[in-house]
């Protein structure tokens, strides 16, 4: 089978290693749009749209996988901070509280002329210590938030700030690779 990821995600591209498979990368290119209301729907709804931008472009069989994290606080979205101050404001809610980090996988799997696909999403729900603003300047510096859902990223410096947490780690990191691999497995395309 030719496995796709398609995503840009250097994260997803080590996690789907994980499981020993072999894939090509092709990220999806285009803007997603937003057009749902729930958190769970809305992720889903951007990982489809990935992965059916990648899987338009093939013929023959595939499976085209697609992915994508957003963070939840209070029915307060957030994605990549666009710049530090926005970064600076993200962790700064996110602080002495408990917030969730949804990722959406949809897969699109093609053989033999039939298309399938799966759909899920995972949620994770992640408790930080407090942190201070001199600590979150510093972090700031550091350049790690600019590319990471919420500005924060767990598996970095910032893990020293993660109190607990309910769920996939991995999720967080964005990809689910445990829930990915059973639902994988339950269709029979792993
Ligand atoms: C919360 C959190 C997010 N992230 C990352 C995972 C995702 O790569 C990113 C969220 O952005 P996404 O839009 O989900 O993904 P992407 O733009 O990196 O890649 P592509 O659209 O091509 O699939 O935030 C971490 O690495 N660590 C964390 O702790």
């Known amino acids: 089978m030719r496995y796709v990821l398609a995503s840009a ?11 020993g498979i072999e894939f090509e990368v092709i ?3 285009k803007e997603e749009k937003i057009e749902r209301v729930k958190l769970e729907e809305i992720v889903q709804s951007l990982a489809n749209q990935k992965a059916n931008e990648v899987a338009e472009e093939l013929s023959g069989d ?12 209070k029915g307060e979205v ?14 700064s809610m996110l602080s002495d509280r408990t917030h969730q980090v949804y990722t959406g996988v949809c897969v699109q799997y093609q053989k033999d002329g039939k298309r399938d696909e799966i759909s899920f999403f995972e949620k994770t729900d992640v408790t930080l ?10 972090y700031i510096k550091t350049k790690d938030s600019f590319d990471k859902a919420g500005g924060y990223g767990i598996q970095g ?26 639902e994988m497995f339950k269709k029979g395309w792993i």
């Open 129 to 138: 210590y407090p942190i201070d603003r001199f600590e979150i300047r510093d």
């Open 157 to 182: 410096s910032f893990g020293k700030h993660v109190k607990s947490i309910n769920g996939e780690y991995n999720n967080v990191v964005g990809f689910p690779v445990g829930r990915f691999y059973n």
């Open 27 to 29: 990220p999806a290119q």
């Open 9 to 19: 995600s250097p994260r997803r591209k080590e996690l789907l290693s994980l499981l």
């Open 62 to 73: 595939f499976c085209v996988i697609g992915a994508d994290t957003l963070v939840s606080y």
């Open 78 to 91: 957030l994605g990549k901070p666009a710049d530090d101050e926005e970064a600076f404001g993200m962790i």
